[in-house]
């Protein structure tokens, strides 16, 4: 029996109710996250990865529910869990670093306000030991502390994200929440933002859950990545073996499609079609109208996740065990 | 749809000699105002205040044809005295003046001037607030300045004041089209205002820096590319500046600075205030033509606001 | 000089330009547009005397009789203006303007005053509330109320007040009747609060007149409340907030309204303007002796230099307004740095 995961997500469904008719936005995805581990949530977007994070917290917006899995963390559900005990978790235990952090910060409040409320939200601590604090973090993330007082429109894209993630540490979690870090960021920052993270990881022993549609960036940075489509998990596994020999169709799609520096220099195949409408998903696999390897059998079966080596599965019927 | 595109759409375009090119931009033109036309229906506010515009204005064009009496007209009791101030009956729904006209057929007929008015008025005004807020954002420099200047001046006035003076001293009552054009000389703030932001934040954008650099005169890039961006914004707020316009007619007409003979709403009112009505409790008098003054007020903003919303795209995502 | 102290002075500037363009506009408006000598002079059976007199004490003949010009009494104007001497009503016999206007402002900045703390109170509370519970019965209630009274006129507003409690209505005695004007005695001045008679009868009077202004302006501040919070809730740090494990009421306290609050200010000042025009409206119907029905009465009479003074300062009431009320947003916005 394998020891219990820190966080582990069991067949998780996460429902929109729009106007329109229900989004299965998240339709039934499983995945564990070990402890000192890091985990890729990769995929387009649309294909359910930030609002899996999100339901984990639930930081859904109004209109959203999880309507069925569980999540098991520190021998509770957290699906299930009362909102005032799930407040305790919050940054506690699971800190989020958002994306694009030009309006995740609160324009209003000084950034060393902002840190010290984290703190001060869960521990009872006096106020200079909070600045001290405030003081540390902004060192750890390689921000002079003499700019504490400053607001977050006076930073640059790169050092708000740096904020960010000093926040995000201010509670000392377990586990960090990255949804797209760097995205909004120019390719050398980004550098400078994902070695900032892979420091901290080991200094601090932080597992950590990265949400990206880049796929260098989980390639990376990342031990396991779970290849999500359509609201579920088309791929799962060790990181390299995933990248290196893709089982699935979709993410073969997806790697052929980065162009290699030694390679020819043709366009690289692309993957056609369009993303699957979460309202109403296609009969059988989802990914059976764009896939080139599909058959008659996709249009009809919903492949369940197969076994294709170590830890490593695949949710296409091409991978089914021949009996 | 109201708007003709499809084969009425093509008789008129045919009948009016449109070149090639010309026909299409109409075909689109037509298209998208049918496109919004539906927004709005379906928009909640917007298909409300729509409702209650069409009616009014199907109220005041149809009411030479309705069975009411004379809005001037005195009805008078057995003894040739007039009629006045009757409460509410079956004969006069919303009972009498002081000068025994009845009431209903005055609100009805007066919905004629107070619209007219308050359009006319309002469309002075945008045409007003664009010309000056399209000089300000695109030239910008001491016409921005100047103009900026004197917006701010005319804004802090108390204008109903000066409106008033005016009237005093041109021999006590204003006529229906000296009474539009002040309405409109003096409603164009808003609009310069919002036209300028608009604009300047146009200008910056990257197709008319291309413009711009193909050579294209600034005459041309205004007309293509600055006011297809602008218009429908002040076309939005036009909707509201009626109601504004409306409500200004019907303050002056209140006060006593109309020419009666143009029966507005805010006439009938300014009879029953004359006559102590609220005091003496005639209450259909006071209700009656006020409910429609703020009908008429609600349907124009709910109407506005929905245009705002649909032709705004940033606004749509709330 | 710091970036902040520049733009504060650059918009005092705007602000002195725009009174001075106030003040100019203002004479030659008013004189422009008739001249008062033409007016006096059609009173039949005044005496060549008595017309001289006049003409020079209104300053618009020198010691000699000779009418003076335009121009010659502008720069007088702009002269006494800057002494303070406003000249005397014609209307009121011998009054100094400013003896007019004084006590009268007095009455109407109370009106103002009472009902504009009522107004952002309710206003900002039932905003508030609204953006809580967006969609839910009693957001849509409060709107729907909000849009009836946005917009209406005052002088209706009014009348209908006058209609509904002025009488006992419906033949019940517990029905709140007050005053619909004339009665009170204005001249006893506004700042008598000794005599505690005299103040419960004002209070007396003011309520209705108050409770029009308020009902008129409370829907238009309760609407752009509730959608500048609804604009602020729906922004990613309220996200982050929660994630930080924030329990709702502070949210909205700490993250929500410091961000919501900033157009608010904007609108008040803007609102001034709108305020005095309704304020205006609501002496006339309820014969209430503020600057309103002054400026009512004094264009009745053709009492000009009552007039320039009123325009004069509204016109500078609401330029000091908005010049405030940019200073508070300075002060409690970190994001406006220039204009």
């Known amino acids: 029996m394998t020891p219990t995961a820190l966080i582990e997500v069991d067949h998780l469904k996460t429902y929109f109710d729009t106007r329109s008719g229900t989004v299965r936005a998240v339709d039934d995805v ?40 569980h999540i098991q963390y520190a ?16 940054w506690k235990h699971i800190a989020i670093v958002f994306q694009g952090a030009m309006n995740a910060l609160n324009p209003v409040k000084r950034v060393s306000w902002q840190i010290a409320e984290a703190i001060t939200i869960h521990d009872v601590v006096a106020s200079d030991e909070a600045e001290t604090r405030v003081d540390e973090l902004l060192e750890l993330v390689g921000i002079n502390p003499k700019r504490k007082d400053d607001y977050p429109h006076e930073f640059s894209g790169g050092m708000r994200q740096r904020v960010m993630i000093a926040m995000a540490l201010a509670c000392r979690p377990k586990i960090i929440i990255a949804d797209e870090p760097v995205t909004a960021l120019d390719v050398m920052i980004q550098a400078q933002i994902l070695e900032l993270l892979q420091r901290l990881r080991e200094e601090l022993d932080l597992s950590m859950i990265l949400i990206s549609h880049d796929l260098s960036v989980i390639a990376e940075t990342c031990d396991k990545v779970a290849i999500m489509y359509g609201g579920k998990i088309a791929e799962y596994g060790p990181a390299e073996e995933v990248f290196l020999e893709p089982q699935h169709p979709y993410t073969q799609g997806l790697i052929r499609s980065f162009p290699d520096i030694y390679g020819p220099r043709d366009l690289p195949p692309w993957i056609p079609g369009q993303p699957p409408n979460l309202l109403e998903p296609p009969a059988g696999c989802r990914f059976h109208p764009r896939c080139p390897q599909a058959f008659a059998d996709c249009q009809v079966r919903d492949p369940p996740l197969f076994e294709t080596g170590k830890d490593h599965v695949a949710a296409c019927l091409l991978r089914a065990p021949h009996t | 749809m109201a708007f003709p595109s499809g084969s009425l759409g093509y008789w008129l375009r045919r009948r009016l000699g449109m070149s090639e090119v010309r026909r299409e931009k109409f075909v689109l033109a037509m298209k998208r105002l049918n496109e919004i036309l539906d927004a709005v229906i379906h928009h909640r506010m917007g298909g409300i205040g729509l409702g209650i515009l069409s009616f009014f204005v199907t109220l005041a064009i149809i009411a030479p044809f309705l069975p009411i009496p004379a809005p001037q007209y005195s009805f008078t009791d057995g003894q040739g005295r007039y009629l006045a101030t009757v409460d509410p ?46 000089i300000s954002g695109y030239w910008g420099g001491w016409r921005d300045e100047v103009l900026m200047r004197v917006n701010d001046i005319l804004l802090s006035l108390p204008w109903l004041a000066l409106l008033i003076v005016l009237a005093q001293i041109l021999g006590g009552t204003l006529s229906l089209n000296v009474i539009i054009l002040t309405i409109g000389l003096t409603s164009w703030n808003f609009t310069a205002r919002v036209v300028r932001a608009q604009v300047l934040s146009v200008r910056e954008r990257v197709f008319v820096e291309r413009a711009k650099a193909s050579g294209a005169s600034s005459l041309s890039i205004l007309r293509k590319h600055i006011f297809p961006n602008v218009f429908p914004l002040v076309f939005a707020n036009t909707i509201l500046t009626v109601a504004v316009a409306i409500l200004s007619e019907s303050t002056l007409a209140f006060l006593g600075k109309v020419d009666i003979t143009n029966l507005s709403w805010g006439v009938v009112l300014e009879d029953a205030f004359g006559s102590s009505a609220a005091i003496n409790g005639h209450w259909a008098w006071i209700i009656m033509p006020g409910l429609a003054l703020v009908f008429v007020i609600l349907g124009f903003s709910l109407l506005g606001y929905a245009l705002d919303e649909i032709l705004n795209p940033k606004l749509r995502e709330r | 000089m710091s970036e902040i102290q520049r733009v504060i002075l650059r918009r005092l500037r705007n602000a002195m330009i725009t009174i001075f363009g106030i003040i100019t506009l203002n004479f030659f408006l008013i004189n422009v547009m008739g001249n008062p000598l033409d007016l006096i002079s059609r009173a039949p059976n005044v005496s060549p005397d008595i017309r001289k007199n006049t003409c020079i004490r209104l300053g618009l003949c020198d010691q000699d009789g000779n009418a003076l010009d335009l121009l010659t009494r502008f720069v007088n104007y702009i002269q006494n203006f800057f002494t303070g001497n406003m000249g005397t009503s014609f209307n009121w016999k011998d009054t100094p303007v400013v003896d007019v206007i004084i006590p009268a402002l007095g009455w109407t900045l109370l009106l103002i005053g009472t009902s504009t703390v009522i107004t952002i109170i309710i206003g900002m509370v039932l905003g508030a509330i609204s953006a809580q519970q967006r969609g839910k019965p009693f957001d849509i209630a409060a709107t729907g109320f909000s849009l009836f009274f946005y917009g209406m006129p005052f002088f209706w507003l009014a009348l209908m007040m006058q209609l509904g409690f002025t009488k006992q209505e419906f033949g019940l005695n517990w029905w709140p009747v007050f005053p619909s004007g004339q009665q009170y005695d204005f001249t006893i001045p506004v700042f008598n609060w000794g005599n505690i008679d005299h103040v419960m009868n004002a209070l007396y009077h003011i309520v209705l007149p108050a409770a029009t202004l308020s009902l008129g302006t409370v829907a238009g501040v309760s609407l752009v409340m509730r959608n500048s919070l609804i604009d602020a809730m729906t922004e990613d740090y309220v996200v982050t907030a929660r994630a930080k494990g924030l329990p709702e009421r502070l949210i909205l306290r700490r993250h929500v309204l410091p961000n919501g609050l900033p157009p608010m200010v904007t609108l008040i000042a803007l609102d001034m303007a709108f305020i005095f025009g309704g304020a205006y409206q609501v002496e006339y119907v309820f014969s209430y002796r503020g600057i309103g029905w002054v400026t009512i009465e004094a264009i009745n009479a053709f009492d000009f230099p009552v007039l320039q003074f009123v325009v004069v300062l509204g016109g500078i009431a609401v330029v000091v307004a908005n010049f405030v009320a940019d200073l508070i947003l300075l002060k409690i916005d970190p994001r406006i740095k220039v204009a």
Do not use: Y
């Open chain 1, 30 to 69: 499983s995945w564990k996250l070990e402890k000192g581990e890091s985990l890729g949530l990769a995929g387009e977007s649309g294909c359910g990865k930030t609002t899996t994070a999100l339901s984990i917290i639930r930081l859904l917006p109004k209109n959203g529910r999880v309507i069925g899995g």
């Open chain 1, 75 to 90: 021998g509770k559900d957290l699906a299930t869990l009362k909102e005032s005990d799930l407040r305790k978790i919050r």
């Open chain 2, 89 to 134: 009956s079956w004969e006069h729904p919303f009972g009498t003046d002081q000068n025994g006209r009845d009431i209903l057929s005055r609100v009805i007929w007066g919905s004629r001037i107070s619209l007219v008015v308050g359009l006319m008025a309002s469309v002075i005004a945008a045409v007003l607030g664009t010309l000056v807020g399209l």
